[in-house]
Nanobody, 122 residues
């Protein structure tokens, strides 16, 4: 599976962005997907995950109620809708794929996109 993330940019605090992650390969629908982020000087952290069929989603506490992860298996794409953005959301966002259900550990993910930069100004 090859992943290509897009949709990042500069937005003011309180604004919204939608990230997309396009996957190649017919096995996309077999994988659980997630978004991670890495801020300057910090470790990569889990943001949101979604099961292979989309029935289950899970989030880190700091984004609950503001971010929504979704997927369209017909389009081989996973999305991250980000609302009410805060300066602390500034980071490079990565999409990732795993066969391990419900995991939030980066080491469990087998495939990674190249990252897209989100900058939230105050």
């Amino acid at each position: 599976v090859q992943l290509q993330a897009s949709g990042g940019g500069l937005v003011q605090s309180g604004g919204s962005l939608r990230l997309s992650c396009a996957a190649s390969g017919r096995t996309f629908r077999s994988y659980h997907m997630a978004w991670f982020r890495q801020a300057p000087g910090k470790e990569r952290e889990f943001v949101a995950g979604i099961s292979w069929g989309g029935a289950s989603t899970y989030y880190t506490d700091s984004v609950k109620g503001r971010f929504t992860i979704s997927r369209d298996n017909a389009k081989n794409t996973v999305y991250l809708q980000m609302n009410s953005l805060k300066p602390e959301d500034t980071a490079v966002y990565y999409c990732a794929a795993t066969l391990v259900s419900g995991t939030r550990t980066a080491a469990s993910y087998d495939y990674w996109g190249q990252g897209t930069l989100v900058t939230v100004s105050s």
